[in-house]
């Protein structure tokens, strides 16, 4: 999956717990993504980075914090999980500004009970 | 509010027929439009895209057709196979300015080919 590692890839939490997700590529790609997917919704970002410690909101934000250290990782929190949380995250990672052509991660479970 | 409307659902076809899956959007200011298709348990793949500029594009046997009057465009899938069985996502996006993969993705529909 063209070098995109996240992990972990299933989550069982509690509701009222800080939950962090780590993406991990090896491709050298500036342009970092994160993206929820849930039933009738398709996919939907959540934030983006363009670069180490440039990140920005996109559009399902609310609840969600994201930090990009190095290039190769994008983290993304949750600083309180609720049940509406609960979905199937991707991180995704391009090497052009719009976001085109982008390779997704095989995702991560996230079950908040 | 979705702005991306695809569908069928869900679409069941024989091997060696034609899938056809539909999209309908509503900003006009959308000029980038690519069909990802997804298999269970792994991330959406890019299979096609398109831009206004033209009306078909063929990809081997998946074809996008673009309406630009109608705000519409469809995935056709030719001599479908069962190894097409995926979920396929439509999605639009500004192509020009800065859309940071701010795309707007149909809901998705799961196509399943029968031997």
């Known amino acids: 999956d063209a070098g995109i590692t996240q992990s972990p890839r299933h989550k069982v939490t509690e509701t009222g717990t800080p939950v962090t997700l780590r993406c991990h590529q090896t491709?050298?790609?500036?342009?970092m993504y994160w993206y929820r997917q849930d039933p009738g919704h398709g996919l939907r970002l959540i934030h983006y980075?363009?670069?180490?410690?440039?990140?920005d909101k996109g559009e399902v934000s609310d609840g969600y914090s994201v930090s990009r250290s190095k290039t190769e990782d994008f983290l993304l929190t949750l600083e309180s999980a609720t049940s509406s949380q609960t979905s199937v995250y991707f991180c995704?990672?391009?090497?052009?500004?719009?976001?085109?052509?982008?390779?997704f991660g095989q995702g991560t479970r996230l079950t908040v009970v | 509010q979705q702005q991306v409307k695809q569908s069928p659902q869900s679409l069941i076809v024989q091997k060696g027929g034609i899938s056809i899956i539909n999209c309908a959007y509503e900003n006009t200011a959308f000029d980038y439009f690519p069909w990802y298709q997804q298999f269970p348990g792994k991330g959406p793949a890019l299979l096609i895209a398109i831009r206004p500029d033209v009306s078909e594009k063929k990809e081997g046997r998946f074809t996008i057709s673009f309406n630009k009057s109608a705000k519409q465009f469809s995935l056709h899938i030719m001599d479908s196979q069962p190894g097409d069985s995926a979920t396929y996502f439509c999605a639009a996006s500004l192509y020009e300015t800065d859309s940071w993969g701010k795309f707007q993705f149909g809901a998705g529909t799961q196509v399943v080919v029968t031997p």
């Open positions: 491709e050298n790609h500036r342009y």
């Open positions: 995704a990672i391009s090497d052009k500004r719009d976001g085109t052509e982008a390779f």
């Open positions: 980075s363009y670069g180490v410690k440039d990140t």
